[in-house]
């Protein structure tokens, strides 16, 4: 038995703060400093109305909002885009940098913004997007700032039950090439699929975030993270139609904390391995969380057939579970669509994955399911102070309901009962 795995927790690299790279005396109202005057807040803040916003939540304010932030991207110093408490329709729209300034403007919601219901009036496959941009604040400020998806009328097309058939999956917010930024008191509603996707950024904190669609909603993540590095998803509350946090390939130094979930489908890591040449996953911590009432708890899957790629180094911690179907599940027969070929074998590499002090109840006959791929077996699986107890005591229930299929090296059970 390998015995170099419990030392990755002492060496395990925390997320560093977003803001870290900061150097002393940032100016104020921007990551780092102090927060602004009110007369610094006055000079630079840009106010959607002031360029023709319209707050009936019907008349399309897209226009407005880009005129508005291009003149505070423009802007020569400390920028606010200031929605206030009113609200606004607004069709895709895409915030793009980079600015005049070292920073991002600052982008401060008060009210709601609301989505076109038809998915046909989407040209590409996201509503709200801020791309190539340092140092970005997003937030409600004291308040709370909705983004509604309005995705109702999406859902009930039957097609979009199956990700492989349905035409467009419209992500609400999506941060692209975004460095050094944080995000809090915002709400998403009823995305029309993810609620938020973090892509090929980098130092990105989250707290405070609250995510709600219907658990029959389709697709509708909560949080999708790929290609990225030292992002934090902290305190917030998620509750949705599939995984309330999904970590993709190519993420390294990804922390999950304090984050309540369900409905849904729990926390995944993957999938992975459905495209070729994914780069590796590598240090994935998930702690202090709750799961209630969800499909699966932690889990990590991968693709039937799934080219080679591997995924290491992944710590689930003090985490509660509640009437949870597969609280600890690693999947490499993943296959939602049923399109797959589930003979051949993924060749995605998991090694070094830690569970430890999980504890609560499941509805299943599995607390534990280890279904490792039978060509590249599974590495250094540990299961510490894992205490997870069946919601309803059968005459033929047998100790220890776990499922093992494929190979793994390496299997360590300690202090644990399901």
């Known amino acids: 038995m390998a015995t170099c795995f419990p030392s990755l927790d002492d060496a395990y690299a925390p997320v560093p703060s977003p803001l870290a790279d900061d150097p002393p005396g940032t100016a104020p109202g921007q990551p780092g400093g102090d927060p602004p005057t009110t007369q610094e807040r006055l000079v630079g803040v840009f106010d959607v109305m002031d360029y023709g916003a319209v707050a009936d939540g019907t008349t399309d304010s897209r226009l407005a909002f880009l005129s508005a932030w291009e003149e505070a991207c423009a802007h020569r110093s400390n920028s606010t885009l200031y929605v206030p408490n009113s609200t606004f329709l607004v069709s895709p729209i895409s915030f793009n940098g980079p600015c005049r300034y070292l920073y991002s403007p600052r982008v401060e919601v008060r009210g709601t913004l609301k989505a076109p219901m038809s998915p046909s009036e989407f040209p590409s496959n996201d509503w709200i997007v801020f791309r190539d941009l340092h140092g970005l604040v997003l937030t409600g400020e004291t308040g709370r700032a909705l983004f509604d998806g309005q995705g109702s009328e999406t859902w009930k097309d039957p097609s979009c039950h199956k990700k492989s058939r349905c035409d467009k999956l419209i992500t609400s917010l999506r941060l692209s090439n975004v460095s050094n930024a944080t995000i809090y008191h915002i709400d998403l509603l009823n995305s029309k699929s993810f609620h938020m996707s973090i892509y090929k950024s980098s130092n990105i904190r989250l707290h405070s975030i609250s995510i709600i669609s219907p658990e029959d909603s389709p697709n509708t993540d909560g949080i999708h993270v790929s290609h990225s590095a030292n992002i934090s998803i902290t305190s917030s509350t998620i509750g949705v139609g599939d995984d309330c946090v999904s970590i993709g390939p190519g993420n390294t130094n990804i922390s999950v904390s304090y984050v309540d979930?369900?409905?849904?489908?729990?926390?995944?890591?993957?999938?992975?391995?459905?495209?070729?040449?994914?780069?590796?996953?590598?240090?994935?911590?998930?702690?202090?969380?709750?799961?209630?009432?969800?499909?699966?708890?932690?889990?990590?899957?991968?693709?039937?057939?799934?080219?080679?790629?591997?995924?290491s180094n992944m710590i689930f911690e003090n985490i509660v579970m509640t009437n949870v179907t597969n609280p600890i599940i690693i999947d490499q027969e993943y296959c939602p669509s049923s399109q797959c070929d589930i003979e051949k074998a993924s060749l995605v590499k998991l090694s070094n994955m830690l569970f430890k002090n999980i504890t609560g109840t499941y509805n299943s006959n599995k607390a534990v399911a280890l279904l490792c791929s039978p060509s590249v077996p599974c590495e250094n699986v540990f299961l510490v102070g894992v205490h997870l107890k069946w919601t309803t005591e059968q005459e033929d229930r047998r100790a220890g309901r776990v499922s093992l299929k494929g190979l793994i090296q390496g299997l360590d059970i300690i202090n644990s009962s399901f």
Not at 270 to 297: A, F, H, Y
């Open 261 to 311: 979930c369900g409905p849904g489908h729990g926390i995944s890591v993957g999938s992975l391995g459905k495209g070729q040449n994914e780069e590796r996953v590598d240090l994935i911590r998930v702690s202090n969380c709750t799961i209630n009432g969800t499909q699966n708890g932690v889990r990590v899957k991968t693709w039937p057939g799934a080219p080679p790629s591997e995924a």
